[in-house]
């Protein structure tokens, strides 16, 4: 399974149910990477989303408690991490896209993680674990530093050490 995110240097990944900033370069690279993939979020991520529906060209899974969710193009809903593991058995190419509590627990079922790393620090409520310093993880692929709207980042591939 595979995460991606994008995180500042003190690895914040959201403020306020949204995003830390608007970078088109990075939600193109989001889309081309999980474009026809299967999706995983929680309920508060699905809503942070445009018309708080699913996302366009992706199967899209929703882990929520609330047994009566239901939202536009969000094809399946589970209430429980065994109900979700179950229900990723079925299928292949998975990315986890959020938010915070949905990462850190599905982190340890993750082989690849796609990381923005954007040279700036935020203001932030929600936060990733540093991948930098855990022993399970090692950069594999690092893009050239990029720029738009005057912030710095680059893309991270980082890998389960096996």
Request: hydrophobic share 35%; aromatic share 12%; proline share 3%.
């Amino acid at each position: 399974m595979n995460l991606i995110l994008a995180a500042d240097e003190n690895w914040a990944i959201g403020y306020k149910g949204g995003l830390l900033c608007h970078i088109p370069g990075d939600l193109k690279f989001f889309k081309e990477q999980t474009s026809g993939s299967t999706v995983v979020m929680g309920r508060a991520t699905l809503e942070s989303l445009p018309g708080s529906k699913g996302l366009p060209g992706r199967t899209n899974i929703v882990l929520t408690g609330n047994k009566d969710f239901a939202a536009e193009r969000v094809q399946i809903v589970v209430h429980s991490m065994e109900e979700l593991t179950e229900e990723l058995k079925k299928h292949d190419d998975v990315f986890v896209i959020g938010g915070e509590s949905v990462y850190k627990t599905l982190l340890p079922l993750c082989d690849t993680c796609y990381i923005t790393r954007i040279y700036e620090q935020f203001p932030a409520d929600r936060y990733f674990v540093d991948l930098d310093v855990d022993v399970n993880f090692k950069v594999t692929w690092k893009s050239d530093m990029k720029e738009e709207n005057g912030i710095r980042y680059r893309f991270f591939k980082y890998e389960r050490k096996h």
